[in-house]
């Protein structure tokens, strides 16, 4: 401009701009048609969602073009592909017909407590634990211990404890597990009458009387964390053995 407009020399022109003068006589690469390796670029994308502009650019080099990544970066970013972001899978929860956090046991059998408590053996395998609690009277009605126990076992749980007890209880307040979430659990509530309270996720003192603080702790202080060398400790483990109906 200055030496169109002013009439200044190239060397004038450039000492008062600061460049050097050989950027005047450097001859400007004028880009090509990206249209081809645009498409190309959206459709590696849309055959590969997972993929990045690293990824694509080294599948264009398989396929003989002769390209620089930084360009493949440049023109991914202007048409706006990205790798979508993993969605979390999100946990099905229970359907409560009162708030676990407003309910409060008021007299017998009106609410149980159910939880699952895990532990193993010496040889590696797992125990798993099925504990329900009568919160108002804190009697524990049952401690199942099997190597795995499902829906349906936790249903026929609660069948004999109803048999046995003549009734069954107006509410159960669990977490949201997937024994406790299941269709299973859902129709004895249903056809038993009973209401369900699951507690919100991550909140175990919701739950206390069978969670932490409550019959669950006594199981690990007293059940789990005794010492095998006295008699009482070998009697407290034979009856647990004795409740796995001889599978544990």
């Known amino acids: 401009m200055l030496m169109d407009r002013k009439g200044l020399s190239e ?6 701009v600061g ?15 990206d249209t081809a390796l645009r498409g190309r ?32 970066q440049r023109l991914w970013r202007e048409e706006g592909l ?11 929860l229970g ?3 009162v708030p676990a956090d407003r309910l409060s046991a008021e007299r017998p059998d009106h609410v ?29 009605l049952q401690m199942s211990c099997e190597r ?10 609660l069948d004999r404890l109803t ?14 597990g997937p024994e406790l979430t299941a269709n299973a659990l859902k129709d004895w509530c249903r056809f038993s009458g009973a209401g369900s309270a699951y507690i919100d996720p991550g909140s175990p003192w919701q739950n206390w009387p069978v969670r932490p603080g409550g019959f669950n702790r006594w199981t690990q202080r007293d059940v789990f964390c005794v010492s095998l060398g006295g008699r009482s400790a070998l009697r407290l483990v034979s009856a647990i053995e004795a409740s796995c109906g001889g599978g544990c």
């Open 163 to 176: 048999r046995e007890r003549g009734t069954a209880p107006e509410h159960i307040r669990c977490d949201n």
């Open 112 to 140: 149980w407590a159910l939880d699952f408590q895990f532990d193993q053996t010496a040889d590696g395998r797992t125990l798993k634990l099925l504990n329900i609690v009568d919160e108002f009277t804190r009697e524990a």
């Open 19 to 33: 460049q050097h003068r050989s950027t005047q006589r450097r001859e400007p690469c004028v880009a090509q048609d």
């Open 82 to 92: 990205r790798v979508p972001q993993r969605r979390r899978k999100r946990r099905r």
């Open 11 to 16: 060397r004038r022109a450039c000492e008062i």
């Open 95 to 97: 359907e409560s017909t």
């Open 148 to 157: 795995r126990i499902d829906a349906d076992q936790t249903v026929a749980v």
């Open 41 to 72: 670029l959206r459709k590696l994308s849309k055959d590969r969602p997972r993929w990045g502009y690293r990824r694509a650019h080294s599948q264009l080099i398989e396929e003989g073009w002769v390209i620089n990544r930084k360009r493949v």
